[in-house]
């Protein structure tokens, strides 16, 4: 009887408890880049094919959706022929680092080496953002890219994997 | 007056019986006794000091513009929970001091358990019958260490931000049911609108309460089992020998009690800590560099650091390789702490009543045990500033992160033979040496006479 009741109490316990978070769903799978997405700068512009130089790198968001922690990405412009299947020297990634989240923010241009300060992951730029050393276990994801007459570069689709670190849903 | 004051409530509770036994409750004379009270003082300074801080905290993500009186900063979007750290900071009469104060109190919380842990360990506290309390206060230590981080990540600056995510992604990672424990956790993805109100919570109310009523249940527990004492003359394992709580101990302790305010006020006076204006606000595109934690997290940071990376793949799932360093480990180090004193009892089959302390070197196998502990946590919390120490001596960070996975295997294995060949040697040349105890007897012709007392 006693256990019933204190079963009876904690199955209705769970009732309030369901509603502390939404469902996860979808919701790491996917961000807020479309095909078609251009990318936007935290000061409001647009990265086209002609603004950034060779060994240049810049912080980008999916236009419109500027500070969203998922979607944000990095643009690199790589010398020639360098970088795996570059679009005119252009590759992006993914900047949330796949260990522990921290934004993958230093990067050496000499050797295309992108360095997360947190726990020093370092992934090559050159090679779809394999990791090279430190603690990361995956690469970084790579953001599609295309550019149209207008001379932008935008996002040809989301990213075609999970961004930032592992989850037990993450294949 | 007094004596009226208490006669009246001795009518009503019936309490004078029992104050007058506890004023005159024994405590043994050591030093090393009163480690423990440091950590009750921080606590009440941090409970003192935390309220102060809470009526001006707020705990939103919503984001403004900061219009204060940081010149630095005018301009810049930021959430108004940072908004009002930098109140409190700017603002606020004393807001400052008692910001740092309060973090300061927070770092010698969790230092002072540290050191009152060692001496518990070392000097064989832990066996029956205060093995109870030594697993009460091992959860109380990792309350305490859960306590200092979730108030570390609410100011919402970027170097707590950046805590936070390594934190959130180490909850995202456990099997089954991590997506779901942060959704829950944080009431959405990283980083949510939730979040900072969910923290905050767990800050100053849910944490505060399971200390408090820990730290009311030791104290309990220790008033009940009468403290330990160190081997002398006259004590035995059945009797207590010190001094009266009433005077002698209320003044010891009064006297630590201001000594532990005057160095923390001094500290936060005194010491910058924390200093939010300089990291600015969180921004999830943004890091500091380098970047280390609050001192008891540095383990765990640098565990992170030089942990493997061994992701599992299997049906589809996958078990990230931040789990193991993240929680495993310290599982593991939670399950090892709280058993020791069975698994000692086990392994040496002494299931006695201890009261009397062991000096170290009379245990030399649980004291190396315990240099090895000590060498393995040090060694991971050295890895957590490896790139400060690549930086300052040029040595490749790759190397280092090799030498610190090596140093936390072999390194303990080292300081365990070095440290029980220096207890075994010290045990066998002898325990404390008593003086000789004579009887002095006065002479008729004024002289003095002295027999030995066997």
């Known amino acids: ?171 | 007056m007094i004596a009226r004051l208490l006669d009246w409530t001795d009518e009503r509770l019936g309490s004078s019986h029992f104050i007058h036994k506890a004023l005159r409750k024994a405590f043994p004379d050591h030093w090393s006794f009163m480690l423990g009270e440091i950590n009750f003082y921080c606590f009440l300074v941090l409970i003192a000091t935390g309220t102060f801080l809470a009526l001006w905290y707020v705990p939103s993500t919503n984001e403004i513009v900061y219009n204060g009186p940081y010149a630095l900063l005018r301009g810049v979007k930021m959430s108004e929970a940072f908004e009002s750290v930098m109140r409190i900071s700017f603002q606020v009469n004393a807001g400052l001091l008692i910001r740092q104060i309060h973090h300061w109190a927070a770092n010698v919380f969790l230092a002072a358990i540290v050191v009152h842990m060692c001496r518990i360990f070392f000097t064989g506290s832990f066996r029956k019958p205060r093995d109870i309390n030594w697993v009460v206060g091992v959860l109380l230590f990792f309350t305490a260490m859960f306590e200092g981080f979730s108030g570390y990540s609410i100011p919402d600056d970027l170097l707590s931000g950046m805590g936070l995510r390594i934190a959130v992604s180490i909850l995202q990672s456990v099997p089954f049911v991590g997506t779901y424990a942060m959704f829950w956790l944080l009431g959405g993805a990283f980083p949510s609108t939730l979040m900072l109100q969910r923290l905050f919570t767990l800050h100053v109310y849910i944490m505060p309460i399971l200390l408090l009523g820990g730290i009311s249940v030791h104290m309990m527990i220790l008033w009940r089992q009468k403290h330990a004492q160190f081997p002398g003359p006259r004590h035995t394992e059945r009797n207590v020998v010190g001094s009266p709580l009433f005077p002698n101990y209320i003044v010891k302790t009064l006297a630590l009690l201001f000594g532990v305010l005057g160095v923390l006020t001094m500290l936060g006076a005194f010491v910058q800590i924390n200093p939010v204006w300089i990291w600015g606000p969180y921004r999830s595109d943004l890091a500091i560099t380098p970047a280390q934690p609050d001192w008891y997290v540095g383990w765990l940071e640098g565990a992170l650091r030089i942990g493997p990376h061994w992701a599992i793949h299997m049906f589809g799932h996958m078990v990230p390789s931040v789990f193991w360093p993240g929680l495993v480990l310290p599982f593991i180090i939670m399950v090892v702490l709280v058993s020791y004193p069975f698994v000692e009892a086990f392994v040496t089959g002494d299931r006695a009543e201890h009261n009397l302390l062991d000096r170290p070197r009379e245990k030399p196998a649980r004291t190396a045990l315990g240099v090895a502990f000590f060498v393995f946590m040090a060694g991971l919390f050295l890895a957590g500033a490896d790139d400060l120490e690549a930086r300052y001596t040029n040595l490749p960070l790759e190397g280092l992160v090799w030498f610190y996975r090596l140093f936390c295997i072999f390194g303990p294995m080292l300081a365990f033979a070095v440290t029980y060949a220096l207890a075994g040697g010290l045990k066998a040349r002898g325990g404390v040496h008593e003086a000789p105890r004579v009887r002095l007897t006065r002479k008729a012709e004024g002289g003095f006479s002295e027999d030995e007392i066997p």
């Open chain 1, 1 to 171: 009887m006693m256990i019933a009741a204190v079963g009876l109490f904690g199955l209705a316990a769970l009732f309030p408890i369901s509603s502390l978070g939404p469902e996860p769903d979808g919701t790491l799978f996917h961000t807020k880049w479309r095909r078609g997405s251009r990318l936007q700068r935290l000061d409001g512009t647009f990265v086209k094919q002609s603004d950034l130089n060779v060994g240049a790198i810049e912080t980008v968001f999916p236009e419109g959706n500027l500070d969203d922690a998922q979607s944000v990405a990095m643009i690199l412009r790589m010398p020639d022929g360098v970088g795996r299947d570059a679009l005119n020297g252009y590759v992006a990634y993914s900047k949330v680092c796949t260990h522990a989240g921290c934004p993958v923010a230093l990067y050496r241009a000499a050797d295309h080496k992108l360095v997360c300060p947190c726990h020093q992951s370092v992934f090559d730029a050159a090679n779809d953002a394999a990791v090279l050393s430190g603690p990361a276990d995956h690469a970084l994801p790579r953001l599609p890219l295309q550019i149209g007459d207008d001379g932008f570069v935008r996002a040809d689709g989301d990213f075609p994997e999970p961004v930032g670190p592992g989850f037990w849903e993450h294949a």
